[in-house]
């Protein structure tokens, strides 16, 4: 802790420090002998990786990172209100912005940040409220390379995964469902869920797009019901 928080102390140390809390971290391990380690220190562990991932430039530091807060927003409940009031998804969307975090595995960790936090009903319009409904949508639409790796063409499919949850968790009304559409993303949804070789044949995205497209379904209905049933002038 006193390494990643500790501003004097070398950008790749810190990294390599990153990197430990989210090997230990890791949603695959038995967390329970670690968590009370990291109770008490939680928002101080938290702040400390936000802003690396902020002040680095550096790809696999900033991998490393956000690794570790995906890891943590799995096994502590309170971490996702902390980088609300940290303003994380902005941070984040920003950086998605910047080539720290253009490759397939930088967006699995935030696509993750975000589909979690966006389970949380109190920091869902902080991702709306930043670009995150956009950024969403076009992590819909990544796709590997011709000559990528096993490795990055999962990532792309948990990409593709996460956004689609996310994107369920923030759009339960008519306007952003809207917002949505505009962005073209109920056509990459259908577009998901017919061509087995766009999700790379990937049951997980299947099942996410079409709970997305039937959600986006039932919610038009809705208001097309409730315009039906007001008064004419």
């Not at 720290?100 to 991702?127: H, P, W, Y």
């Not at 593709?160 to 109920?186: E, F, N, P, S």
């Amino acid at each position: 802790m006193d390494i990643l928080s500790d501003e004097n102390v070398i950008e790749s140390v810190q990294g390599e420090a990153a990197g430990v809390v989210a090997q230990i971290t890791s949603p695959v391990l038995d967390q329970n002998q670690h968590l009370c380690r990291f109770a008490d220190s939680l928002q101080a562990i938290l702040r400390a990786l936000l802003r690396l991932c902020e002040r680095t430039e550096g790809h696999e530091t900033f991998l490393l990172s956000a690794a570790a807060i995906a890891n943590i927003t799995f096994i502590d409940s309170s971490a996702c209100g902390l980088l609300q009031e940290m303003r994380a998804p902005q941070l984040l969307i920003k950086a998605c912005m910047c080539r720290k975090a253009r490759s397939l595995f930088a967006k699995d960790q935030v696509a993750t940040v975000l589909a979690n936090m966006a389970a949380v009903t109190g920091c869902q319009e902080g991702i709306r409220c930043c670009g995150g409904l956009d950024l969403l949508v076009s992590f819909l639409y990544q796709k590997p390379c011709l000559m990528s790796t096993s490795a990055e063409r999962s990532a792309c499919e948990r990409v593709q995964q996460k956004a689609a949850i996310a994107l369920m968790r923030l759009c339960q009304d008519t306007r952003h469902t809207y917002r949505v559409i505009r962005q073209k993303g109920i056509p990459r949804f259908i577009e998901l869920c017919r061509d087995s070789q766009a999700r790379n044949n990937s049951d997980a995205v299947l099942v996410a797009c079409l709970v997305r497209i039937v959600q986006s379904r039932v919610v038009r209905s809705k208001t097309e019901n409730v315009s039906r049933t007001l008064p004419m002038n």
